[in-house]
C-alpha cells in the first residue's frame, strides 16, 4: 500500500522559513518522481517542484531561487525548503508521485492528505 504522509505546515511571517517533509512509503520501484503541488482557496491545484528519480529539478516561476526540492533516500522522504516566503504562498501543499516528469497535476496518480502553509504579511 503506497503512503504519502506530509509534515512540517504551519504559520509563519513573510521573509520566514519552513521545511515540509513527505514520508513515502509502498512504491514499487524506484522510477517515480516526485513533486511538491499545493492548493490555494478558490485557486486550481499547480505544481512548485518536481525531482526525478535522476535527480533533475524543475520549479515553478514564481518559487525559483526561494525553494528547493531535494529527498533523503535512506530515509524514504521528500523535502521541500521554503525560504523568504511570501503571502502568496499561502495554500494547501501536497507531495505526489508519478511516471511523467512534470508539474502537471493530472499526470500524478499517488498523493498525500496535504499540509496547510500560512504565511501572514
Known amino acids: 500500500q503506497v503512503q504519502l504522509v506530509e509534515s512540517g505546515g504551519g504559520s509563519v511571517q513573510a521573509g520566514g522559513s519552513l521545511r515540509l517533509s513527505c514520508a513515502v512509503s509502498?512504491?514499487?520501484?524506484?522510477?517515480?518522481?516526485m513533486a511538491w503541488f499545493r492548493q490555494a482557496p478558490g485557486k486550481e491545484r499547480e505544481g512548485v517542484a518536481v525531482l526525478s528519480y535522476r535527480d533533475a529539478t524543475t520549479y515553478t516561476n514564481s518559487v525559483k531561487g526561494r525553494f528547493t526540492i531535494s529527498r533523503d533516500n535512506a530515509k524514504n522522504t521528500l523535502y521541500l525548503q521554503m525560504n523568504s516566503l511570501e503571502p502568496e504562498d499561502t495554500a494547501l501543499y501536497y507531495c505526489a508521485a508519478g511516471r511523467t516528469y512534470s508539474l502537471v497535476p493530472q499526470h500524478f496518480s499517488l498523493w498525500g492528505q496535504g499540509t496547510q502553509v500560512t504565511v501572514s504579511s
Open positions: 509502498g512504491l514499487s520501484d524506484g522510477f517515480y518522481n
